[in-house]
């Protein structure tokens, strides 16, 4: 199972969640890591309406995940894993800037947090738009990504 989303800074708050968390995951056969990707540069340069990427404030992408074997399942210990991760995620969302596409969501409430948390909500009436206007059929419609 993987989680993310962007922070704009590493706060002694968010350090501390993330100490936190990691001192609760489950055993299990494999390793449990909240990862911090380094963003920043050519990515903080261009404008928030640019593009679908909103996220051009975001100094970190972080990623919470969870792996169990079969051997973890067969335990019982896989629905604990799963609950650490998405408890993970939870906890740091508050301080999130939003949500990566190309990962799975991050927990939110439902599909219109999770479209805001991915594209901002200023810029999704302008993708409705240009979906209306370039794929008024339906084409490339997933249901997650829905507008």
Not at 69 to 90: I, L, Q, V
Request: with cysteine.
């Amino acid at each position: 199972m993987w989680k993310s989303a962007f922070l704009g800074e590493l706060t002694p708050k968010v350090i501390h969640i993330i100490i936190s968390q990691l001192e609760e995951a489950p055993v299990s056969s494999n390793p449990h890591t909240i990862g911090l990707e380094l963003l920043g540069g050519e990515i903080n340069r261009k404008s928030r309406d640019s593009c679908a990427y909103v996220h051009r404030d975001a100094l970190y992408l972080f990623s919470v995940q969870a792996v169990w074997t079969p051997e973890d399942e067969a335990k019982g210990n896989a629905h604990a894993c799963r609950r650490w991760a998405e408890e993970t995620a939870r906890s740091l969302l508050p301080h999130s800037l939003g949500s990566y596409q190309n990962y799975a969501d991050c927990g939110e409430k439902n599909r219109a947090q999770r479209l805001e948390n991915y594209f901002g909500k200023p810029n999704i009436q302008r993708l409705k738009e240009l979906k209306e206007e370039y794929d008024p059929l339906g084409t490339f419609t997933r249901e997650h990504f829905r507008l």
